[in-house]
C-alpha cells in the first residue's frame, strides 16, 4: 500500500494555470507507476494522465482532451508526482485524483491506491 495526498487545486480562469502535487509515503514511491483520474459532478471518473515507473525509460500518457496542455512528472526522490495543468478550460473543472498502481495504460481510471482529491474549478 501507498499513502496519496493532493495538493495545489483551486479557482482559476479559463486560460490561466495550475500545478497539483501528490506526496506518496509507504510503498517504494519508485516502484508505483502513477496516475492522475478525474471526475466532475455528474460524470464518470476520466482518464487524465499517466506516468511509468521505468527506471530506465520513464513514458506518459495522456487523454486526448489534455493532450498538449497538460504535462505529468515525478520526482522519485522527492515521493512527489506532479500535473502542470495549461490553457485551463471551463471543462476541466473537476476533483482531480492522484493513484498509483503497478502498471499504468492509456485510459486507466481502475487503480489500487487513491488520494482523497483536490478540486480544480476553472471559472471566470
Known amino acids: 500500500q501507498v499513502q496519496l495526498v493532493e495538493s495545489g487545486g483551486g479557482l482559476v480562469q479559463p486560460g490561466g494555470s495550475l500545478r497539483l502535487s501528490c506526496a506518496a509515503s509507504g510503498r517504494t514511491f519508485s516502484h508505483y507507476a502513477m496516475g492522475w483520474v478525474r471526475q466532475a459532478p455528474g460524470k464518470e471518473r476520466e482518464f487524465v494522465a499517466a506516468i511509468s515507473w521505468s527506471w530506465s525509460a520513464v513514458r506518459t500518457y495522456y487523454a486526448d482532451s489534455v493532450k498538449g496542455r497538460f504535462a505529468i512528472s515525478r520526482d522519485n526522490a522527492k515521493n512527489t508526482m506532479y500535473l502542470q495543468m495549461n490553457s485551463l478550460k471551463p471543462e476541466d473543472t473537476a476533483v482531480y485524483y492522484c493513484?498509483?498502481?503497478?502498471?499504468?495504460?492509456?485510459?486507466?481510471?481502475?487503480?489500487?491506491?487513491w488520494g482523497q482529491g483536490t478540486q480544480v474549478t476553472v471559472s471566470s
Open positions: 493513484c498509483a498502481d503497478r502498471t499504468v495504460e492509456v485510459g486507466k481510471t481502475s487503480y489500487a491506491n
